[in-house]
């Protein structure tokens, strides 16, 4: 069989039995995979109830091509619950498998907890509310263990405005706090019955690969990690076996942009250009109608205020200084209150962070001062993109989410079929009174044309 070739994002429809062994070696930066567990769910087109050392065997021979591809020092992070063992006994996962990954040569590095509400409830034991992530390291050249982790694309924010704390935040931990995604969740994009959240592959992502690196998932299901990947702007493989779910991941990638960037000018042209409700546009009309957004940006107010309350205040001083750790609070207090008193609609860097925080949830979890410096630092991006070549940047957003978007009329006029963003929980569609998404849907596609369409 020929060798599968890295690209931008590939979503592969197989075993991975078969497909992993034609991935070349050391080719992979990150595996984040959740496998079945083996208690008899009933997944689409694959089996769940295999015995003890039939499981294992399975598990263990798609792991180890994991090993194969993975580059050294890069990660696998194997996300487990428990199988049941002939009779009432049941068995971690991580367990079950630890000596066998560590005699393949991978090195445990971590042991997280994911924790959530609800669960299975039963009677005469206490619910199931957390599965368990194991952080697997492949070995160095030299034998050593040195994975990547970044922390600061991670910190969270802190309890209190404490002038010991970090800057940026504080250190993540390793108990995780998220809830579940409901049956069929993620805008019923899926529906596949055991989905994880985005940001716990977000976490995982953003602290452990850099943009451009390959992440892998080899039991894709409904397509969380991929989806993230590409959100992220990672190239990404993700390898399922059930034609139904590849239906429902590549439905849920077509509503990905490929970076951040891609993501918040996306949002923008919803809102600014659709007015976030579903409907029609020529390409020239939302062009006009971002540029005119774009042309209200004044990114000088925003250097002003990191200038006077960030720059000025921490450049210069010594790191454990008295007074750099007295004006902390300050520079905390300041970005919170710009952040939560602000209209979004009418303060553009707002907009953006909002934007973001609904695209990346894990990002939510970040203190004022690093949401205001990654929003500017996205805003003004998208500015010099747009300046150069603001007809290339709406294509691009418009083909890069063709579930969002549909191209029509021999490429000059855009449909937006929905769903309307609910920007950080709370900005409605600007639509009210108007048709539902599904009936405005509806008509969409029976007054466009096929030709020039983005299937």
């Excluded at 295999?50 to 091509?65: C, H, K, M, P, T």
């Excluded at 929003?375 to 991006?381: I, S, V």
């Excluded at 083909?399 to 021999?410: I, K, M, T, V």
């Excluded at 108007?434 to 008509?443: F, T, V």
Aim: hydrophobic letters at 40%.
């Amino acid at each position: 069989m020929p060798e599968i070739e890295i690209s931008a994002g590939q979503l592969i429809l197989g075993d991975s039995r078969q497909v992993l062994p034609r991935l070349p070696p050391a080719s992979v930066d990150l595996v984040h995979t959740s496998p079945p567990y083996n208690i008899d769910k009933r997944y689409a087109h694959s089996s769940d109830d295999l015995a003890d050392e039939e499981y294992l065997r399975f598990l263990l021979e798609i792991l180890s091509e994991c090993l194969r591809v993975l580059r050294p020092g890069a990660s696998l992070f194997l996300q487990t619950g428990y199988c049941q063992t002939g009779g009432s006994d049941i068995v971690p996962i991580d367990i079950l498998c630890h000596d066998a990954l560590h005699s393949m040569g991978y090195r445990l590095w971590d042991r997280i907890i994911w924790h959530y509400r609800g669960g299975m409830a039963f009677k005469r034991k206490f619910k199931n509310t957390h599965e368990t992530i194991l952080w697997w390291v492949k070995p160095r050249g030299d034998g050593s263990f040195r994975p990547r982790f970044e922390v600061d694309a991670v910190r969270e924010r802190a309890a209190s405005y404490d002038p010991r704390n970090n800057l940026l935040g504080k250190n993540p931990g390793n108990v995780w706090s998220e809830d579940r995604v409901a049956f069929g969740g993620h805008g019923r994009d899926t529906t596949h019955i055991a989905v994880y959240p985005e940001s716990i592959t977000e976490r995982i992502i953003r602290s452990c690969t850099r943009e451009g690196d390959v992440v892998l998932d080899p039991f894709a299901g409904s397509g969380t990690t991929p989806a993230m990947a590409r959100a992220l702007g990672r190239r990404w493989i993700a390898v399922e076996i059930s034609p139904a779910y590849v239906r429902d991941a590549e439905k849920r990638l077509g509503r990905k942009q490929a970076s951040e960037t891609a993501t918040v000018a996306s949002g923008l042209l919803k809102l600014v250009g659709f007015r976030n409700s579903v409907g029609r546009r020529s390409l020239d009309q939302l062009a006009d109608l971002a540029s005119i957004w774009m042309n209200g940006v004044r990114l000088e107010r925003y250097a002003r205020l990191q200038t006077e309350n960030l720059d000025q205040v921490f450049e210069g001083m010594p790191f454990a200084s008295r007074e750099r750790k007295e004006r902390k609070p300050g520079a905390w207090l300041c970005f919170d209150r710009l952040l939560a008193s602000g209209d979004p609609y009418a303060d553009p860097l707002l907009l953006v962070n909002a934007l973001l925080d609904t695209g990346y949830p894990q990002r939510r979890r970040w203190n004022s001062v690093r949401k205001f410096m990654h929003a500017r630092e996205l805003l003004a991006g998208l500015l010099g993109v747009f300046v150069d070549r603001p007809d290339y940047l709406v294509d691009n957003v418009i083909a890069g989410e063709p579930s969002s978007f549909r191209l029509c009329e021999s490429g000059r006029t855009v449909g937006f079929l929905g769903p309307a963003l609910a920007v950080d929980g709370h900005l409605p569609a600007c639509g009210a009174g108007e048709p539902d998404d599904k009936q405005r849907q509806a008509s969409i596609f029976a007054d466009l044309p096929s030709d020039g369409a983005v299937s």
